[in-house]
């Protein structure tokens, strides 16, 4: 199939691309490198020995550039990464985030409905159910009230998506909510790699362990989990990217709006996280506990047998996998 990804150069963008690639698609990439490289194409290429991937260095804002690639592409199907989500830049600036995300998808959304491409993929995230709960998380616990301008535009997306269903039957559309992706492809090619001062605590790790940054700040040990700091459901980016195949796979055979966590179901705290990252890898970690992050909570983690059970799609890949690809390619890009 020929598969139109936003995004495609990012993080979990490129991960996809491999799998996408390895699956038979053909990959076109509509990307503004805003935060991503263009050598990222090169690595997918070399990763996968396939050149059967084209980039469009272009906005998802721009309708006519969007246009233009429909037009010149016989596109079947879209996977949509592009967007802003960095959590503390959308509550200083939401209009930024509303513009960008919201305003993007929009223009997609019409440019599809004009080519008569009706199936979707749409990358959405764990923080659209705001403070779950309870734990496990499963997908038909309530979502929206959610607590930062970023979170707020992925529940639109989703509403939009909805809405868009119910005019129209004949769209196919997979809403996939990611809990914590880390990890790298083990080729060491690509990974995350943001820029400035990382917010998530995998890249603020490796950039302790590689001696950028001086040391971890722990956020918090008082809250009510196994050694008192946070737990969330941190799922190997390479298993999230299969999951996208198979999220394709579904919405060929049939139309709908089909919502799915990814995670693995398991929560690992934030010093599970640490001790695992400095015994498989052996490096220093300094850490200091400090307070706590406003708005972070207790545990999140998912119930994902929905996506077992429908998809045939589960996670496999251990938190050591994590840990160790994690650095693996940050040592590789140092
Ligand atoms: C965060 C975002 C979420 C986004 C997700 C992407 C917030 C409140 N939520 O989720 O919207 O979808 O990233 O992966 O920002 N931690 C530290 N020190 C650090 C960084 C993090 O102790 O320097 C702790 C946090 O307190 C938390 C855990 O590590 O317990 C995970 O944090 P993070 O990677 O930022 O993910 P989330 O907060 O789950």
Redesign the pocket.
């Known amino acids: 199939m020929k598969i139109l990804v936003t995004g495609g150069l990012g993080f979990i963008g490129s991960h996809t691309c491999v799998e996408l690639l390895e699956n038979g698609h053909e990959v076109v990439v509509v990307d503004n490198l805003n935060n991503s490289k263009k050598d990222v194409l090169d690595k997918i290429k070399k990763i996968t020995g396939s050149d059967k991937i084209k980039l469009y260095v272009e906005d998802v804002k721009n309708i006519k550039a969007l246009d233009n690639i429909f037009k010149e592409n016989n596109i079947e199907c879209v996977i949509h990464f592009a967007g802003y989500?960095a959590?503390g830049e959308s509550v200083k600036n939401p209009i930024m985030y509303y513009e960008n995300n919201i305003v993007s998808t929009i223009n997609l959304l019409n440019v599809m409905k004009k080519y008569n491409v009706k199936k979707i993929i749409f990358s959405s995230?764990?923080?659209v159910y705001g403070e779950p709960k309870s734990c496990p998380v499963s997908e038909n616990f309530s979502t929206g009230n959610t607590t930062?301008p970023?979170?707020t535009t992925k529940y639109m997306i989703e509403r939009i998506l909805d809405d868009l269903y119910k005019s129209d039957n004949e769209w196919s559309i997979a809403i996939l909510r990611y809990f914590?992706?880390i990890g790298a492809h083990k080729s060491g090619l690509i990974g995350e790699n943001p820029n400035g001062i990382p917010?998530?605590?995998?890249p603020?790790i490796l950039k302790v362990a590689a001696g950028e940054l001086p040391k971890?700040?722990?956020?918090?040990n008082d809250y009510n989990t196994h050694d008192g700091?946070?737990v969330?459901d941190y799922i190997h980016v390479v298993d999230l990217a299969k999951g996208h195949v198979k999220a394709i796979e579904k919405i060929s055979s049939e139309n709908g709006v089909k919502v799915y966590n990814l995670g693995t179901g398991i929560g690992y705290s934030?010093l599970d996280i640490v001790n695992t990252f400095i015994e498989k890898n052996k490096v220093e970690l300094p850490y200091e506990i400090t307070d706590r992050?406003p708005?972070?909570v207790d545990e999140?983690f998912s119930n994902p047998t929905k996506a077992k059970n429908e998809l045939g799609w589960e996670a496999k890949l251990s938190i050591d996998d994590m840990c160790v690809d994690s650095w693996n390619f940050k040592k590789n890009n140092i």
């Open positions: 989500k959590v995230t764990a923080t930062n970023y979170a914590n992706p917010n998530n605590l995998m603020y971890l700040n722990i956020f918090g700091t946070g969330r934030v992050r708005g972070d999140v």
